[in-house]
C-alpha cells in the first residue's frame, strides 16, 4: 500500500479533488463522497498508466500541502500482483503403430 495526500476544495457547483504529490491525479464531483470516489479511481488510471509505460510512481510526499484546501487527508493506492495465464489445448496427433515390435 502507498500512501499519498488527497486534497478537496469546495467550489461553486461541487468539489474540486486532487492528489497533491501524485502530478495528474485531479478530478471534480458535485460532492465530497463521490469526489472522493472518483478521486481514488484516477489515481488508479495514473498508476497503471505509469507502470504500462514502463515508469516509477512518485514517491509520496506527506509534508505536501495545498494552502487553499479545504480538507486534506491521505489516500491509499492498493497494488496487486497478479498473473495472467492463457491455456493452450494441447493438440495430441493419435499415434500409429507401425508393426516394429509392437505385435501388430
Excluded: W
Excluded at 505536501?64 to 479545504?70: G, K, L
Excluded at 497494488?79 to 495430441?92: D, G, R
Amino acid at each position: 500500500m502507498i500512501t499519498y495526500r488527497a486534497m478537496y476544495k469546495f467550489i461553486e457547483n461541487g468539489v474540486h479533488g486532487e492528489v497533491l504529490d501524485f502530478p495528474g491525479v485531479i478530478t471534480f464531483g458535485p460532492s465530497l463522497e463521490e469526489t472522493r470516489r472518483l478521486l481514488a479511481g484516477a489515481l488508479v488510471d495514473m498508476a497503471e498508466a505509469c507502470i504500462f509505460q514502463g515508469e516509477s510512481l512518485p514517491s509520496p510526499d506527506p509534508t505536501c500541502s495545498d494552502s487553499e484546501s479545504d480538507l486534506e487527508e491521505p489516500i491509499h493506492l492498493l497494488l496487486t500482483a497478479a498473473n495472467q495465464v492463457e491455456i493452450i489445448p494441447k493438440v495430441v496427433t493419435p499415434f500409429r503403430a507401425q508393426g516394429i515390435g509392437l505385435g501388430v
